[in-house]
T-cell receptor, first 111, second 111 residues
Framework: EAQVTQNPRYLITVTGKKLTVTCSQN?????MSWYRQDPGLGLRQIYY???????DKGDVPEGYKVSRKEKRNFPLILESPSPNQTSLYFC??????????FGEGSRLTVL | GQNIDQPTEMTATEGAIVQINCTYQ??????LFWYQQHAGEAPTFLSY????GLEEKGRFSSFLSRSKGYSYLLLKELQMKDSASYLC????????????FGSGTRLQVQP
């Protein structure tokens, strides 16, 4: 089954404690992306990757890092989380036609 | 810059027809997508328009006018399960950036 898998689905952490949200896709898509979703603001792109070892900033990259060492994986790293990073995060991969396939979401709370 | 506008909330009655509008102003255009998102879940693909006109898919249809920067999603024979948020998203170009999303329209279907 074609899917995007992200973990953890739910996480409560404290300010400053580094965390990583993993993302994996099995569709051999070259393009992957991270979004955050906040009430009233919609989905905003954090980082994206056109291919292995190629990453670039989206609209709201501050406080985040990513890496793309393998085609299937695109982890999101919060080196020092802060409360304003409390959000619902979605990983997505993209077909050649531009359609995005989303993971199930990771709800992060930073205290 | 990118700007996508859609109504925040709409209410409709089971069995009726509802039209959700979306206007956009983007620096480039390579297609418009509609996604459905149930509360707490990932967005799922509904439709894609790249040329002017109406695309019909079962109970859902989507229309695009590129000259007016306008699209709508038409839902017929509404069912209770159609209660969800509907996200309008524009693909600004074929390359680097992924979709830019509107804030979404929350549709409530009433008996």
């Amino acid at each position: 089954e074609a899917q995007v898998t992200q973990n953890p689905r739910y996480l409560i952490t404290v300010t400053g404690k580094k965390l990583t949200v993993t993302c994996s896709q099995n569709m051999n898509h070259e393009y992957m992306s991270w979004y955050r979703q906040d009430p009233g603001l919609g989905l905003r792109q954090i980082y994206y990757s056109m291919n292995v070892e190629v990453t670039d900033k989206g609209d709201v990259p501050e406080g985040y890092k990513v890496s793309r060492k393998e085609k299937r994986n695109f982890p999101l790293i919060l080196e020092s989380p802060s409360p304003n990073q409390t959000s619902l995060y979605f990983c997505a991969s993209r077909t050649g036609a531009g359609e995005l396939f989303f993971g199930e979401g990771s709800r992060l709370t930073v205290l | 810059g990118q700007n996508i506008d859609q109504p925040t909330e709409m209410t409709a009655t089971e069995g009726a027809i509802v039209q959700i509008n979306c206007t956009y102003q983007t620096s480039g255009f390579n297609g418009l997508f509609w996604y459905q998102q149930h509360a707490g879940e990932a967005p799922t693909f509904l439709s894609y328009n790249v040329l002017d006109g109406l695309e019909e898919k079962g109970r859902f249809s989507s229309f695009l006018s590129r000259s007016k920067g306008y699209s709508y999603l038409l839902l017929k024979e509404l069912q209770m399960k159609d209660s969800a948020s509907y996200l309008c998203a524009v693909s600004p170009d074929t390359g680097r950036r992924a979709l830019t999303f509107g804030s979404g329209t929350r549709l409530q279907v009433q008996p």
